[in-house]
């Protein structure tokens, strides 16, 4: 893998060297996607693994295939990485489901991010928030601007493309690997997040990426399951449809929907 200081010249690698220097050392909040893991990358680089932690938070919440994922792309980046049990379903404003779930349960993890950070002595807590996540409802943006968690990517004006661009320039493992996000935002608003309903979206979900469906979400409306694919893999969802829907209907969904308008980023956000 080829090291980010090859790579001063383009603008924005060079200031994202210099905004991490100016941090010294910092804790990474790691996901395994592929902003967390760009940033880890960089951080390794231009600060060295000694001044670089990266943290993953585990829950049933998060699909759990990403646990090894991240913590085998950590070990890769020959980064130190620590794992957190957490449960945001035992907290009522998470449960609740309204449209700032998401600040409630990244003011919990930030929180212990920067308790972390405090014991280990790193200057500074991050998190792989980009340039395109300024167009869409974050509400999670604002726990970090609270708790002065910082966001260098954003920062240094790092667009998903970019990221994407340099990450297959520099051989990061997961350049091109699908956007993801806890399993709490396949459930509409105002519709109570509960252990049951996680459970049946992951399975779901399971099952999908076991008939080679990848990029994709299980949108929970009660007893439909809305699928939203790529565009290009409507044609063979059809094709396979009798068995995409015996999968979901073992899992207690009765009625089984193609999103006809494709997976997009956040499409729950849509009604707020």
């Given at each position: 893998?080829?090291?980010?200081e090859?790579?001063?010249?383009?603008e924005?690698?060079?200031?994202?060297?210099?905004?991490?220097k100016?941090y010294?050392s910092?804790?990474?909040a790691f996901?395994?996607?592929?902003?967390?893991s760009?940033?880890l990358?960089?951080?390794?680089?231009f600060?060295?693994p000694?001044?670089?932690l990266?943290?993953?938070?585990?829950?049933?919440?998060?699909?759990?295939?990403?646990?090894?994922?991240?913590?085998q792309l950590?070990?890769?980046?020959?980064?130190?990485?620590?794992l957190?049990?957490?449960s945001?379903?035992?907290?009522?404003?998470f449960?609740?489901?309204?449209?700032?779930r998401?600040?409630?349960?990244?003011?919990?993890?930030?929180?212990?991010?920067?308790?972390?950070?405090?014991?280990?002595?790193?200057?500074?807590?991050?998190?792989?928030?980009?340039?395109?996540?300024?167009?869409d409802?974050r509400p999670?943006?604002?726990?970090a601007?609270?708790?002065?968690v910082k966001s260098?990517?954003?920062?240094?004006?790092l667009?998903?493309?970019?990221i994407?661009k340099?990450?297959?320039?520099?051989?990061?493992p997961?350049?091109?690997?699908?956007?993801?996000?806890?399993?709490?935002?396949?459930?509409?608003?105002?519709?109570?997040?509960?252990?049951?309903?996680?459970?049946?979206?992951?399975?779901?979900?399971?099952?999908?990426?076991?008939?080679?469906?990848?990029?994709?979400?299980v949108?929970?409306?009660?007893e439909?399951?809305?699928?939203?694919?790529p565009?290009?893999?409507?044609?063979?969802a059809?094709?396979?449809r009798?068995?995409?829907?015996?999968r979901?209907?073992?899992l207690g969904?009765?009625?089984?929907a193609?999103?006809?308008?494709g997976?997009r980023?956040?499409s729950?956000n849509?009604?707020?």
């Amino acid at each position: 893998m080829k090291s980010l200081e090859n790579f001063l010249d383009r603008e924005k690698v060079a200031d994202l060297r210099e905004i991490l220097k100016g941090y010294g050392s910092l804790l990474i909040a790691f996901s395994g996607g592929v902003d967390s893991s760009f940033l880890l990358k960089a951080a390794v680089d231009f600060l060295g693994p000694e001044g670089v932690l990266a943290v993953t938070s585990s829950g049933s919440i998060y699909p759990q295939e990403e646990l090894a994922d991240a913590r085998q792309l950590a070990t890769r980046l020959e980064a130190p990485w620590k794992l957190i049990e957490r449960s945001p379903l035992e907290e009522e404003d998470f449960r609740a489901n309204s449209p700032d779930r998401c600040y409630f349960c990244k003011l919990g993890l930030f929180h212990k991010l920067k308790e972390i950070a405090a014991e280990e002595g790193l200057g500074e807590v991050a998190d792989g928030s980009i340039e395109d996540d300024l167009g869409d409802h974050r509400p999670g943006a604002r726990a970090a601007e609270e708790l002065g968690v910082k966001s260098p990517l954003r920062e240094a004006g790092l667009t998903k493309e970019e990221i994407r661009k340099l990450g297959k320039e520099i051989g990061l493992p997961v350049w091109g690997k699908p956007s993801n996000a806890c399993l709490a935002t396949r459930i509409p608003y105002g519709e109570e997040v509960t252990e049951e309903k996680i459970r049946r979206i992951g399975e779901a979900e399971a099952g999908l990426r076991e008939l080679g469906f990848e990029g994709f979400r299980v949108r929970h409306h009660g007893e439909i399951a809305r699928i939203e694919l790529p565009p290009k893999d409507l044609t063979r969802a059809l094709e396979e449809r009798e068995e995409i829907v015996d999968r979901l209907k073992e899992l207690g969904y009765n009625y089984v929907a193609l999103d006809l308008e494709g997976y997009r980023t956040g499409s729950l956000n849509e009604v707020v």
